[in-house]
């Protein structure tokens, strides 16, 4: 693949359409503010306007629900050694769990275990209940690039609701830009650690694709304008530590990048289970003996 090779073609459209704009959100004057997208500038309705370098960003829409795909990468179902289901699976991250462009990725004191995985993110931009794939596109805002964090070390007692693994706070960035009327179809993706690739894919590799995600969900689940579909993964997610810089690029929706650090206070001790560092853990946080995943017992 060549869609990588230069950073200029990881950029978004910089010329926006007036129709359409590619949008973001920031703090501007203290206060959350949607901006148009003029490359070197974003500029407010109002015409106020920050220098793209210097905002302070924010996720590009305000969710009432953040909803993953568990699988979807055929790289990842590989990696795994899995078979995918008949239909796609699902879970939840809390909206307390989003974050910006240029945001600290919190690992909390006492956890060890946080993995990156790339994804591209879905946002609804009408209400959307009982469509099918060929009229699911017509309620999607746009698509932006996303995060989708994992902290392991919860995983031996949290892994059927991944609520702690993938829903704790700051384990969402999306970002930075909300891009309208992008095509998915072949589109580049890769995950960055310290500059260097550690992911790499394209959305064909994906089984299921954005339009079927959002018939498929919006059957028993009314989606709003705001809300986010989290698309999956491919291979090789993998831990990062406290000073990583990591990047997530998409062909044509841009790059969002993050800073891990260390959380200020180390998790409570008092209450609930603890983090573990089982063989479970180890195998989904650093890769490898993938055929004993959920076969062998939680360890302390």
Same mark, same amino acid.
Request: aromatic letters at 6%.
């Given at each position: %693949?060549?869609?990588?090779?230069?950073?200029?073609? /990881?950029?978004?459209?910089?010329?926006?359409?007036?129709?359409?704009?590619?949008?973001?959100?920031?703090?501007?004057?203290?206060?959350?503010?949607?901006?148009?997208?003029?490359?070197?500038?974003?500029?407010?309705?109002?015409?106020? !306007?920050?220098?793209? +370098?210097?905002?302070?960003?924010?996720?590009?829409?305000?969710?009432?629900?953040?909803?993953?795909?568990?699988?979807?990468?055929?790289?990842?179902?590989?990696? &795994? %050694?899995?078979?995918?289901?008949?239909?796609?699976?699902? &879970?939840?991250?809390?909206?307390?769990?989003?974050?910006?462009? #240029?945001?600290?990725?919190?690992?909390?004191?006492?956890?060890?275990?946080?993995?990156?995985?790339?994804?591209?993110?879905?946002?609804?931009?009408?209400?959307?209940? +009982?469509?099918?794939?060929?009229?699911?596109?017509?309620?999607?805002?746009?698509?932006?690039?996303?995060?989708?964090?994992? *902290?392991?070390?919860?995983?031996?007692?949290?892994?059927?609701?991944? *609520?702690?693994?993938? #829903?704790?706070?700051?384990?969402?960035?999306? #970002?930075?830009?909300?891009?309208? +009327?992008?095509?998915?179809?072949?589109?580049?993706?890769?995950?960055?650690? +310290? #500059?260097?690739?550690?992911?790499?894919?394209?959305?064909?590799? %994906?089984?299921?694709? /954005?339009?079927? *995600?959002?018939?498929? *969900?919006?059957?028993?689940?009314?989606?709003?304008?705001?809300?986010?579909?989290?698309?999956?993964?491919?291979?090789?997610?993998?831990?990062?530590?406290?000073?990583?810089?990591?990047?997530?690029?998409?062909?044509?929706?841009?790059?969002?990048?993050?800073?891990?650090? !260390?959380?200020?206070?180390?998790?409570?001790?008092?209450?609930?289970?603890?983090?573990?560092?089982?063989?479970?853990?180890?195998?989904?946080?650093?890769?490898?003996?993938?055929? &004993?995943?959920?076969?062998?017992?939680?360890?302390?």
């Amino acid at each position: %693949m060549i869609w990588y090779q230069t950073s200029s073609l /990881m950029t978004t459209q910089t010329t926006p359409d007036a129709a359409h704009p590619t949008t973001r959100r920031v703090l501007l004057d203290g206060y959350p503010t949607q901006v148009v997208d003029h490359g070197d500038r974003l500029v407010a309705g109002d015409g106020r !306007s920050v220098p793209t +370098n210097e905002a302070l960003h924010l996720a590009p829409s305000e969710p009432t629900k953040i909803i993953c795909i568990h699988l979807n990468y055929r790289s990842r179902v590989d990696e &795994f %050694m899995a078979k995918l289901p008949p239909a796609p699976t699902y &879970f939840h991250k809390p909206i307390t769990s989003l974050c910006g462009h #240029g945001a600290d990725v919190v690992r909390p004191d006492g956890c060890q275990w946080l993995n990156y995985e790339g994804e591209i993110a879905i946002v609804i931009g009408r209400t959307c209940r +009982n469509v099918s794939p060929d009229e699911a596109g017509a309620y999607i805002a746009g698509y932006s690039v996303a995060n989708d964090y994992g *902290l392991h070390d919860f995983r031996d007692t949290d892994a059927g609701s991944m *609520l702690r693994v993938k #829903g704790s706070d700051t384990l969402c960035p999306i #970002g930075p830009s909300l891009v309208p +009327n992008w095509d998915f179809r072949g589109k580049g993706i890769r995950t960055l650690v +310290n #500059g260097e690739v550690r992911q790499e894919a394209t959305t064909d590799e %994906m089984q299921w694709d /954005m339009h079927y *995600l959002v018939a498929d *969900l919006a059957r028993t689940i009314t989606l709003v304008p705001g809300d986010v579909i989290l698309s999956g993964t491919p291979a090789n997610s993998r831990t990062v530590y406290p000073g990583d810089v990591v990047t997530v690029e998409v062909e044509g929706l841009g790059s969002l990048t993050n800073t891990i650090v !260390s959380g200020p206070t180390t998790i409570r001790s008092d209450v609930g289970a603890q983090p573990s560092e089982s063989e479970e853990v180890l195998s989904t946080a650093q890769g490898g003996d993938w055929e &004993f995943r959920g076969v062998r017992p939680p360890q302390k």
